[in-house]
């Protein structure tokens, strides 16, 4: 069985040059980078190279770059640093967020009582920026402000630019889990003035188990992870060097194709949209996954006009790979906490979302065959209500 793969918001699959550059680094640059000889000091400069070639794509300092596992390590990083070293007494958050954020903010309130403030977002999923000024002003406490860039399930893109210079301009943290935009738009930090933001290379086509935070510098962050003075002493630990360089590379291969890449996926996307339209009676699309400006482009959240729970596995059952939701929600009866905030209950209770996300891989041929399963589906779930009813 030929497999499809649309669910790229999850994970990418490897890129061969990314593969070989990592293969390439365990057999010969197997050396601890903290080491003084000259085969540690080699694997020293690869990791320094990336780190220049990471900051040179945000247009920061190399040393505000520091590497981790992933974007869960450095969201929790940065939200735990912020309340145990920095004193912040307050965050404002969103139900939208993806769980590593979720769940650390509600375990600091537990932990540290660190107040919770949550910005509801409308039935498109975006938030009021009004609204969180008013927010930000209600209190003297210390504050940290974390809203994502892009949301995991439906896209939508917050300004990031505006909600960093409202911080800024009242005194107030603000952190970004940039996950998913990282790599696949063109990001600069010396324009947009937020403290922190995070990344994970297996979203553009890297290895699993790579990432990095951004800190701004002379924001006081201190590591989690102690016992070493690797990565700035934010990160102890002996440096994954092959899933930096692995990293690096999958970032020099998007940002020199990006164009070529973010061209076809808009492309497919459109695609996508109107086949669904013209073949499934009844469909929507969540959010603003369906817009072009306001969305990100690799994302898009459809709403299917019937109720069917095991739609993620009949789909895989003819080799279709998409998402109900966040991979983190895998699993779940309940819908995610992202389509409660942005669903009706009569949509909640009738319809199935589905998240179908894109790659430059991805082909027309593909999204034929996943439009084709999707009317056999809808058609067969008509009938099979059509005869309940009739008993």
Do not use: W
């Amino acid at each position: 069985m030929d497999r499809i793969y649309l669910d790229n918001a999850a994970t990418t699959p490897l890129s061969e040059e990314v593969i070989d550059a990592m293969v390439d680094v365990m057999k010969t640059n197997y050396g601890n980078p903290s080491s003084t000889h000259s085969l540690g000091q080699e694997a020293k400069i690869l990791i320094e190279n990336v780190r220049r070639q990471v900051a040179d794509y945000l247009h920061v300092t190399p040393a505000e770059i520091i590497f981790t596992s992933c974007g869960t390590e450095s969201n929790n990083m940065i939200i735990k640093s912020c309340v145990n070293h920095l004193g912040v007494e307050r965050i404002i958050t969103s139900p939208m967020e993806h769980k590593c954020v979720a769940e650390t903010v509600l375990d600091m309130k537990k932990r540290r009582g660190v107040e919770v403030v949550y910005l509801r977002p409308d039935q498109k999923g975006d938030f009021d920026l009004i609204q969180l000024e008013e927010i930000i002003k209600s209190s003297d406490k210390k504050t940290l402000v974390t809203l994502m860039h892009a949301n995991n399930e439906i896209g939508n893109l917050l300004d990031l630019k505006k909600v960093a210079e409202m911080c800024k301009a009242n005194k107030v943290l603000f952190h970004s889990d940039t996950v998913q935009s990282m790599a696949h738009m063109e990001i600069d930090f010396s324009q947009i003035p937020l403290d922190f933001a995070s990344c994970s290379a297996h979203k553009f086509h890297g290895p699993k188990g790579s990432g990095f935070a951004f800190i701004r510098k002379a924001s006081g962050l201190k590591g989690i992870i102690t016992g070493g003075p690797q990565e700035r002493s934010l990160r102890a630990g002996t440096e994954n060097v092959c899933g930096i360089v692995g990293l690096g590379k999958a970032l020099e291969i998007s940002l020199n194709n990006m164009d070529q890449y973010s061209s076809h996926i808009k492309e497919i996307k459109k695609y996508t949209k109107e086949r669904l339209l013209s073949e499934v009676d009844g469909v929507k699309f969540n959010g603003r996954s369906a817009e072009e400006e306001t969305s990100l482009y690799t994302v898009l959240s459809v709403l299917l006009p019937f109720k069917d729970p095991m739609i993620g596995l009949k789909l895989d059952m003819k080799g279709i790979a998409v998402s109900q939701g966040s991979a983190c929600s895998s699993g779940a009866t309940k819908p995610s906490m992202v389509m409660m905030m942005i669903l009706d209950e009569d949509e909640i209770e009738n319809c199935t979302p589905l998240r179908i996300s894109f790659s430059h891989l991805t082909t027309k041929e593909e999204i034929d065959t996943l439009v084709d399963a999707l009317q056999e589906i809808a058609v067969s779930f008509n009938i099979e209500k059509t005869n309940v009813e009739h008993r």
